[in-house]
């Protein structure tokens, strides 16, 4: 079992940051990569972006340019910075730690953005 403790949503304004945190209860390096989704109402749970445990990083075309994955392999934690945000990046934040044998999800983190 891997436990996930995502941080950092919040409510702020077309334009502004935010920086999402996910602390995971294993090693990152004993996953095959670490990522977030996110869900609007009414939608079906997408996929924003990857950190492979070699480092890798791969982005959803929608975010890419905006937003910046990175992790502290120390601490076991992941993170997603969210620049220039915009109203349609409002949804729910879920982290997302994977194995060859399963996925694990967070609690999930709520976004809001205001035009």
């Known amino acids: 079992q891997v436990q996930l403790v995502e941080s950092g949503g919040g ?10 945190s996910c602390t995971a209860s294993r090693s990152i390096f004993s ?11 009414g939608k079906l749970r997408d996929w924003v972006a ?4 070699t480092g890798t990083t791969n982005y959803a075309d929608s975010v890419k340019g905006r937003f910046t ?5 120390a601490e076991n934690t992941v ?4 620049n220039s ?3 349609e990046d409002t949804a729910n934040y879920y982290c997302n730690f994977r194995t060859i044998r399963n996925d ?12």
């Open 11 to 20: 409510f702020v304004q077309a334009g502004e940051s935010l920086k999402l």
């Open 85 to 87: 945000l915009k109203p």
């Open 69 to 73: 994955i990175s992790r502290d392999s």
């Open 104 to 115: 694990y999800w967070g609690q999930g983190t709520q976004v809001t953005v205001s035009s």
């Open 31 to 41: 996953s095959n990569g670490m990522g977030w989704y996110r869900q609007a109402p």
């Open 50 to 53: 990857t950190i492979t445990s």
């Open 79 to 82: 993170y997603l910075q969210m």
